[in-house]
C-alpha cells in the first residue's frame, strides 16, 4: 500500500510540473509542449485592391440548392446563396458607424452586415485606455452578425448578406434624452425583390431589435428563406490566461436537448452534433464574459445549421421559412440581437435559457443559489471584493461542524504522529508487522485515517462551484477592492517581472503563506517522500496563484485563513502542538 501512494504521489506530482511547464509555455506565446499550435491568424484581413474580404464570403451554413451558377465576380462557396447576387467588387464598402451611450457599432453596407462592436461600459483588460471589443473584422479577429435571404426555387436570387446595400435612414448617435436610434438599409432589386433591414438601437440596452422586411415587387410568387447567423474564428479572445480554461465557441439552445455548445473542433471534423430544427430555440457565441445571440419569437420553425467556411472561419446560423410571398405582397419578420455581457440575471429574461452562456461548467445545479447569494452580499456591502469575503464567511459557518470533524482527525492524527514515526523506524524493515502496528495504533486512539479527508471532499463540490461563480462573473470586471483597481485582473501591486511577463501581488504572496501554513498545521505523513511532496506541491500550484484574477485568489485567501483559524483551534483545543 506503501509503495502504491507513493508511486500515485510521484505521478500527481510529475503530472502538475508538467502542466504547469505547458501552461507556462502557452502564457509566454510559446508552442505547446503537447504538439499544440499557435493560434491562426483570422481569415479576415482585407484585400489591398479592395476585395470584400473572407468576412463577407458566403458560407456552407445556410445552403440554397440554387440550379444557376452564380454571379460573375461573387466568392462563392458549395451551396451557398450567390446567384445574381451583386456584391461591392473592387472598391471598398460603405462603413457605417452608430453610437449609444452603451455601445459603438460599426455596420458595412455590403449585407448591412455588423462588423464591429465596442462595448463602452466595459475596459479591455489588455489595454484599459480601449473599450472591448466584442464583433470585429481585421488581422486580429473574425467576428460577425450577418442575414440575409436564400430560397429553393431554381433560377431566384435574392438579396443576402454579400449584396451591396444603401443606408437609408440618417442617425448616427442617440440623441440627448431620445429613447432609441434607428438605422435602416435597402437592398437594390434582385430579379424584381429587395429587402429592408432596420436595425433599433436603445438605451442603456444591449439587445437590437433587427426587422427584415421582403418585397416581392416581380411578377411571379417567391418563396424566401431567412438567414441569422453568427461568424467567427476559432482563437481564443486576446488576453485570455493560459492557467485555467473557459470555453470560447458556438452554442445552441432548444427546450428539448438544452443548451448544447458546440465545439469548433467538431465542426472542421464535421462532427458537430445539435438540434437541427424546432419551433424554439437561439444560437449563441460565447467567450469569457461576454456574448452574441440571435432571439427569435417563440413557436417560430427554424433550422439550426453550423459549418466551417474557410480556414479558421465557423459559422452558427438559423434558418427560418417566411412562406410565399405572391407579386406585390411583402413580408415583415421580427427578431432581436443581443451582444454584451453575461448578466444572468438580464439574460434570463431576455430567452429560455439564454443564462446558460455563462459557463458554470458541471456545477450549475450549485454555482446557480451561490451566485445569487453573491449578489445579495453585494447588494447588502455595495463591494463585491467584501461580497467575496462574506460569502465565503457563510459557507465555512455552513459547513463548520463538517470541518470541525475533520479538524479534530486531523489533530488526533498530529497528536500520535511522533509514536508512528518512531514505530516506522523501528520496524522500517518489516513491513507487514508495521502496518499491523499501525493499524493497531489506530484504533486503540480511535483515529480513523480518512477521518480528515471525506469531510473535506463532501463540501469540495461547492467551494469548486464558487470558484466557477468568480471565474465566470462579468461583475468582477473594472470592480475594485482596497487597493485592488480589477478583481477579474492578476494582482500585480509590486509589479511584474518583465523577462518572465510574472505579475507580483500581494495576495498571491499571501495565498501561498498561508497554504505553508495550513501545510504546516496538517500531520505529517509518516512516509518520507509524502512529507517532502506535502510541502512542495502547494509551493508548485503556488505559482500559478500569480496569474490567477485577484476575485479568486481573494476567495482562496479568505478560505485558507478560516481554514486555518479553525483548524488552530481544535489542535489548541485538543492540546496538540
Known amino acids: 500500500m506503501t509503495d502504491m501512494r507513493r508511486t500515485l504521489l510521484w505521478v500527481v506530482f510529475t503530472m502538475s510540473l508538467v502542466l504547469l511547464w505547458d501552461a507556462w509555455n502557452k502564457h509566454t506565446g510559446q508552442p505547446s509542449i503537447f504538439g499544440g499550435s499557435a493560434p491562426k491568424p483570422a481569415a479576415t484581413a482585407p ?77 479591455d483588460q489588455a489595454d484599459p485606455n480601449r473599450r472591448v471589443t466584442l464583433f470585429d473584422q481585421s488581422a486580429k479577429r473574425l467576428y460577425l452578425a450577418q442575414a440575409g435571404l436564400i430560397t429553393g ?60 422586411e421582403v418585397f416581392n415587387d416581380g411578377t411571379a410568387p417567391v418563396s424566401p428563406q431567412l438567414y441569422l447567423q453568427i461568424a467567427r474564428d476559432g482563437n481564443p479572445p486576446e488576453g ?84 410565399e410571398l405572391a407579386p406585390g405582397a411583402s413580408k415583415a419578420f421580427e427578431s432581436r440581437l443581443f451582444a454584451g455581457p453575461q448578466e444572468e440575471r438580464k439574460l434570463a429574461a431576455l430567452a429560455p435559457g439564454l443564462e446558460l452562456v455563462k459557463d458554470y461548467g458541471w456545477f450549475t445545479i450549485l454555482a446557480k443559489p451561490l451566485f445569487w447569494l453573491l449578489e445579495q452580499m ?24 463538517l470541518n470541525a470533524s475533520a479538524y479534530r482527525s486531523m489533530a488526533k492524527m498530529k497528536a500520535i504522529n511522533p509514536r508512528v514515526m518512531e514505530m516506522r523506524e523501528r520496524l522500517k524493515d518489516k513491513p507487514q508487522q508495521m502496518q499491523q502496528e499501525m493499524m493497531r ?67 498571491p504572496i499571501l495565498m501561498t503563506g498561508s497554504t505553508l501554513l495550513q501545510t504546516w498545521l496538517n500531520p505529517t505523513p509518516p512516509d518520507p517522500l509524502q512529507a517532502r511532496l506535502m510541502w512542495i506541491m502547494p509551493l508548485a500550484f503556488s505559482f500559478m496563484f500569480f496569474f490567477f484574477p485577484a476575485g479568486l485568489v481573494l476567495y482562496w485567501l479568505t478560505n485558507n485563513i478560516l481554514s486555518i483559524a479553525q483548524q488552530w483551534y481544535i489542535n489548541r483545543k485538543l492540546g496538540v502542538k
Open 47 to 123: 484585400a489591398a485592391n479592395g476585395t470584400p474580404p473572407a468576412a463577407s464570403a458566403p458560407t456552407a451554413a445556410v445552403p440554397a440548392p440554387v440550379a444557376t451558377p452564380p454571379a460573375a465576380g461573387v466568392p462563392a462557396a458549395t451551396g451557398a446563396p450567390t446567384a445574381g447576387v451583386p456584391a461591392a467588387q473592387g472598391a471598398a464598402s460603405e462603413k457605417v458607424v452608430i453610437t449609444t451611450d452603451v455601445v459603438r457599432a460599426t455596420f458595412d453596407a455590403t449585407g448591412a452586415s455588423l462588423v464591429r462592436l465596442e462595448l463602452l461600459k466595459y475596459a
Open 153 to 212: 426555387q431554381a433560377g431566384v436570387a435574392l438579396p443576402n448578406h454579400l449584396t451591396a446595400m444603401k443606408v437609408v435612414s440618417a442617425e448616427r448617435e442617440l440623441a440627448a434624452g431620445a429613447q432609441q436610434l434607428r438605422l435602416q438599409f435597402e437592398s437594390p432589386v434582385i430579379d424584381g425583390r429587395r429587402l429592408v433591414t432596420t436595425y433599433t438601437f436603445k438605451r442603456g440596452d444591449y439587445v437590437v431589435d433587427v426587422k427584415h
Open 240 to 323: 485570455e490566461s493560459s492557467f485555467y480554461f473557459t470555453y470560447t465557441g458556438p452554442a445552441v439552445y432548444t427546450d428539448s436537448q438544452k443548451f448544447t455548445k458546440v465545439d469548433f473542433k467538431d465542426i472542421e471534423k464535421n462532427k458537430a452534433t445539435h438540434e437541427k430544427s424546432a419551433d424554439n430555440g437561439w444560437i449563441a457565441m460565447v467567450q469569457h464574459y461576454f456574448a452574441s445571440a440571435w432571439l427569435l419569437p417563440e413557436k417560430t420553425q427554424r433550422e439550426f445549421r453550423t459549418a466551417k467556411v474557410a480556414d479558421n472561419h465557423y459559422t452558427v446560423a438559423m434558418v427560418m421559412p417566411l412562406g
Open 378 to 401: 453585494h447588494t447588502l456591502l455595495g463591494n463585491w471584493g467584501w461580497a467575496i469575503v462574506a460569502l465565503v464567511l457563510l459557507l465555512k459557518a455552513a459547513f463548520y461542524w
Open 441 to 507: 495504533m489506530y484504533r486503540e486512539e480511535k483515529v480513523n485515517p480518512l477521518g480528515g479527508c471525506l469531510p473535506i471532499v463532501a463540501q469540495m463540490p461547492f467551494f469548486i462551484a464558487l470558484y466557477w461563480v468568480l471565474l465566470s462573473s462579468v461583475e468582477m470586471r473594472n470592480s475594485s477592492w482596497l487597493y485592488i483597481s480589477d478583481l477579474a485582473r492578476p494582482d500585480a501591486l509590486l509589479g511584474t517581472i518583465p523577462w518572465i511577463n510574472l505579475p507580483v501581488g500581494l495576495l
